[in-house]
Nanobody, 118 residues
Framework: VQLVESGGGLVQPGGSLRLSCAVS????????MSWYRQAPGKERELVAR????????NYADSVKGRFTISRDNAVNTVYLQMNSLKPEDTAVYSC????????????WGQGTQVTVSS
């Protein structure tokens, strides 16, 4: 099983980034997918989640209206489009997979660093 995040980097406040998480080793379409983030000295928080079929999404209040989660089941990839980035969005962003019906995540990626700074 592999979940490989990409797209992180350094961006100025107000800028945009698009994160990708490419997965392999399990049946992607059977899993809800999520993005989490963890900033230094803070607990990990759920940023966004998308259902296995892509029909349902939910977001942390702190990113609503700025971030969009999406997925392409044909290429086993989940995305996080991040717009209007703020310094407080700086964190390591990780994707996670949860089999439909389970109460916890089954698989995690290693994470990608996002730094928002001028």
């Amino acid at each position: 099983v592999q979940l490989v995040e990409s797209g992180g980097g350094l961006v100025q406040p107000g800028g945009s980034l698009r994160l990708s998480c490419a997965v392999s080793g399990f049946t992607f379409r059977l899993y809800d997918m999520s993005w989490y983030r963890q900033a230094p000295g803070k607990e990990r928080e759920l940023v966004a989640r998308i259902s296995s079929d892509g029909d349902s999404t939910n977001y942390a209040d702190s990113v609503k209206g700025r971030f969009t989660i999406s997925r392409d089941n044909a290429v086993n990839t989940v995305y996080l489009q991040m717009n209007s980035l703020k310094p407080e969005d700086t964190a390591v962003y990780s994707c996670a997979a949860r089999r439909v019906g389970r109460g916890r995540n089954d698989y995690w990626g290693q994470g990608t660093q996002v730094t928002v700074s001028s």
